[in-house]
């Protein structure tokens, strides 16, 4: 199994994908922040990750991170989104506690998955117009 857990925003830069992905995925993890200081502050504070899932393999167990968490993402995604533009990946969150830690999934779209099944419903339910 291939996944890589981070948890601080500078670590983006060591994930196994492109420079230009990272740069988008960076902006994605800070949008609803007010500036990246404020979003560093939140990840520390509050204990927040990515797992980047790269494999098939849907077993998690790997630097505190649990099946579990990851399973929660899945299930209760705040949001879902498609990123990048050459290699397409989805990124969902999911907020974990009550105090608001959130936890991140990264996965290429490409790898078909129970996952990303899941997942896709609702990407497209997040582009439908708001009534």
């Excluded at 990515?50 to 991170?65: K, M, P, Q, Y």
């Excluded at 299930?75 to 999911?94: C, H, N, R, W």
């Excluded at 419903?121 to 009534?131: A, D, M, R, T, Y």
Aim: hydrophobic share 40%.
């Amino acid at each position: 199994m291939n996944m890589q857990i981070i948890t601080e925003l500078g670590q983006v830069a060591e994930l196994e994908i492109s420079p230009e992905l990272q740069k988008v995925l960076l902006k994605a993890l800070i949008k609803d922040f007010p500036s990246i200081d404020a979003a560093v502050a939140f990840w520390t504070d509050y204990g927040c990750f990515l797992a980047h899932l790269e494999s098939r393999s849907e077993t998690v167990d790997f630097d505190g991170v649990s099946q579990d968490c990851i399973e929660h993402i899945v299930k209760y995604p705040e949001y879902v989104t498609l990123i990048g533009s050459d290699e397409v990946y989805m990124l969902a969150m999911s907020v974990l506690d009550d105090a608001g830690a959130g936890g991140y999934l990264l996965m290429p779209l490409h790898q078909k998955g129970t996952y990303q099944h899941t997942l896709m419903k609702h990407v497209k339910l997040n582009n439908q117009p708001k009534e």
